[in-house]
């Protein structure tokens, strides 16, 4: 079976850096993605690690470690718009090609 | 470029009926993916389709079902509507590297 953890609710000062965890716990992996979603929103594409270490992208940052199940996002110089959940999805290599959600992290970034 | 699109963007069913949603790719992705998310979860996998053939199902009663078009676009069929399916439906193509982009899903409401 698969389970994704991720903390329920996270709080972050404006201009601050926060991390997300996330751990995983899969038959199979290959590989590991983060999304955001706005209230009411679909899901957008953040990042994708398959191979260990940190991949950046301007303010965010995603790093995985596959021995340990384990990946982070990380925001820095937060903004009010960053305010969102943040899931954590990997895909078993089974050829076809799902995603396993987490339930998500809601971020509530304040002033 | 248009991203994902879905239709209807909303929608109001009872119990008992049927519903059928429908999804655009990208221009290019031959694989679209439906997804189910239900407030405060994370989506939930239900189907993968490429080249028109089904490559993947996820945990969801016959109920459930799918196609996909020559043109790559895909329908999902919902028979016998529960209280229970209401719920954001999405949809997702993917990309060279594998990473999925969501359209703006069909929000299901089964009264």
């Known amino acids: 079976g698969q389970n994704i953890d991720q903390p329920t609710e996270m709080t972050a000062t404006e201009g601050a850096i926060v991390q997300i965890n996330c751990t995983y716990q899969?038959?199979?992996?290959?590989?590991l993605f983060w999304y955001q979603q706005h209230a009411g929103e679909a899901p957008t594409f953040l990042s994708y690690?398959?191979?260990?270490g940190l991949e950046e992208k301007g303010r965010f940052s995603s790093f995985l470690s596959r021995s340990k199940g384990y990946s982070y996002l990380l925001l820095k110089e937060l903004q009010m718009k960053d305010s969102a959940s943040y899931l954590c999805?990997?895909?078993?290599?089974?050829?076809?090609?799902?995603?396993?959600f987490g339930t998500g992290t809601r971020l509530t970034v304040i002033p | 470029d248009a991203g994902v699109t879905q239709s209807p963007t909303h929608l109001i069913k009872t119990r008992g009926q049927h519903v059928t949603l429908r999804c655009s790719p990208i221009?290019?992705?031959?694989?679209v993916s439906w997804y189910q998310q239900v407030l405060g979860q994370g989506p939930q996998f239900i189907f993968q389709?490429?080249?028109?053939?089904?490559?993947g199902r996820g945990n969801f009663p016959d109920r459930f079902s799918a196609r996909q078009f020559p043109n790559y676009s895909s329908e999902l069929n919902v028979n016998a509507l529960l209280l229970g399916d209401s719920a954001l439906y999405l949809c997702?193509?993917?990309?060279?590297?594998?990473?999925?982009?969501f359209g703006p899903g069909t929000r299901l409401t089964v009264l």
């Open positions: 997702a193509s993917t990309g060279q590297n594998n990473e999925q982009f």
């Open positions: 221009s290019g992705h031959k694989s």
């Open positions: 389709y490429y080249e028109k053939e089904e490559r």
């Open positions: 899969t038959s199979g992996f290959n590989g």
């Open positions: 690690n398959v191979l260990d």
């Open positions: 999805a990997v895909r078993e290599d089974r050829g076809a090609n799902n995603l396993f």
